[in-house]
């Protein structure tokens, strides 16, 4: 009995999240294009400012984090053309205003910053999505509140002692979320919609999805994740949220499911097997669903380093009915083969993937992931001004050794805002790894560090 509510439950969320009389926001794109985003800055001079560009922090559903550095003319202008499948959140960071804006393909998004001495800067955002800069700042803010919120599930209440234990106590922490998501006053109802996508993808890849940390355990039953088709995920809406890149590889690289790599099957027969081990219902019946984790799989094939073949890119043309699939891939094998033959990779910042692994082996994994180079790790914080400096002094040296078998890697923890970890990490170059605090002590530990 206690089952069939818990189920029920469940399928109440997931139809509240998506519900036709809660959609607000327009069907998202499922398109690849350039999108502009666009500008000026009132009273621009050229002369005093410190910094005469606009830098953008993009994430997409597949990739990690793009960065952009957009000039601005004399006459305070700037303008660029991204490429973007969906929609693409970016961070914006200039001199005078830092907040959010969403790209969509073959569309605009403008903004406009009118300072006023030394009263607070008034910013025009316009897009067609009809968001407004505050609705996106509102929506950041409130979503590290709730995250934020430590008393969200009285301590007590629930007891966590098995894995259907923790299920129970992952889905009673994202409808409390979602509730407090749906009754603040303060961010508009689109807002409030993108809102709740957001946290049901990040929750769903932090909790459900990472039992493994969470519990201490290696595998689960494969039942467990039949959850999954309580929430809705072949549902294209779920392009809003900017949690997706790491929901879908939690589930390609999960311990349980041991799906395979899509490097060596064709497209129909790797996706049989993810079927036959992730048996869920809005697999079979959601072609989006398959699209998206197909194209995540490729894309991770691809931020390894490995170019798609040609038997994968006839594969590729011949599979998708969707030609944005077929475009974005093919792009993304382009800007790989370029990064590789150009040997930009010593002055280029790749965030990276925090390897699934025990926190014995974490260490010696992110040293793996680099064989054949020397490896210079770095722990660092973006609030440690010494860390900082450092970095300054052996900017000569990383453009001394680019192109040599040296590789510098960067590791921060949860001190290091991660907003403010986006934005400097785009300055810094190298392989950035962002360690949960356990994992941060365990190897502050091992290794004996003070610091």
Not at 109 to 135: C, W, Y
């Amino acid at each position: 009995m206690k089952k069939s509510v818990l189920l029920l439950s469940l399928l109440f969320i997931g139809q509240q999240l998506f519900s036709q009389k809660n959609q607000l926001l327009p069907a998202p794109p499922i398109e690849y294009g350039p999108a502009t985003f666009c500008g000026f800055i009132d009273h621009f001079d050229l002369t005093e400012s410190k910094d005469a560009s606009i830098k953008l922090i993009v994430t997409d559903p597949f990739t990690y984090f793009k960065d952009y550095h957009i000039p601005i003319d004399s006459k305070g202008v700037f303008s660029i053309q991204i490429p973007v499948f969906g929609i693409m959140h970016a961070f914006i960071n200039s001199d005078l205003y830092t907040g959010y804006a969403l790209l969509l393909p073959n569309k605009e998004t403008k903004l406009q910053i009118f300072p006023h001495g030394n009263e607070e800067v008034r910013i025009e955002l316009t897009d067609h999505l009809g968001l407004m800069a505050s609705d996106l700042q509102q929506m950041d803010d409130v979503i590290t509140e709730i995250l934020n919120d430590d008393q969200k599930i009285e301590k007590g209440s629930m007891v966590v002692e098995s894995i259907s234990d923790f299920l129970r106590y992952s889905d009673r922490y994202l409808e409390i979320s979602l509730k407090q998501a749906k009754e603040r006053p303060d961010i508009s109802a689109s807002a409030k919609e993108m809102t709740k996508l957001c946290l049901t993808t990040y929750l769903l890849s932090i909790l459900h999805l990472d039992y493994r940390e969470n519990m201490n355990v290696d595998q689960v039953e494969s039942q467990y994740f039949s959850f999954l088709d309580q929430y809705d995920i072949g549902n294209p809406r779920i392009l809003y949220s900017n949690f997706l890149q790491p929901f879908y590889q939690k589930i390609l690289k999960d311990h349980t499911l041991d799906i395979p790599s899509i490097s060596t099957m064709h497209i129909d027969d790797w996706l049989a097997q993810v079927k036959s081990k992730l048996q869920l219902l809005s697999l079979s019946e959601s072609a989006f669903l398959r699209d998206m984790l197909v194209a995540s799989a490729f894309v991770q094939q691809l931020y390894d380093l490995v170019p798609l073949s040609i038997d994968q890119e006839a594969d590729i043309r011949n599979y998708f009915t969707n030609q944005a699939y077929t475009d974005f891939l093919i792009e993304s094998d382009r800007y790989t083969k370029e990064l590789i033959e150009s040997n930009l990779l010593a002055r280029k910042t790749i965030p990276m993937p925090t390897p699934d692994v025990s926190e014995e082996q974490l260490l010696q994994s992110i040293i793996d992931n680099h064989p054949g180079k020397a490896v210079l790790i770095d722990f660092w914080a973006t609030w440690c001004a010494p860390c900082l400096s450092a970095m300054d002094q052996t900017a000569g040296l990383k453009e001394e050794l680019n192109g040599k078998e040296v590789v510098f890697v960067y590791i921060t923890n949860p001190s290091s805002p991660l907003k403010v970890w986006h934005e400097k990490i785009s300055h810094i170059g190298g392989y950035h790894y962002y360690l949960t605090q356990e994992q941060w002590e365990y190897i502050m530990d091992q290794q004996e560090f003070s610091a």
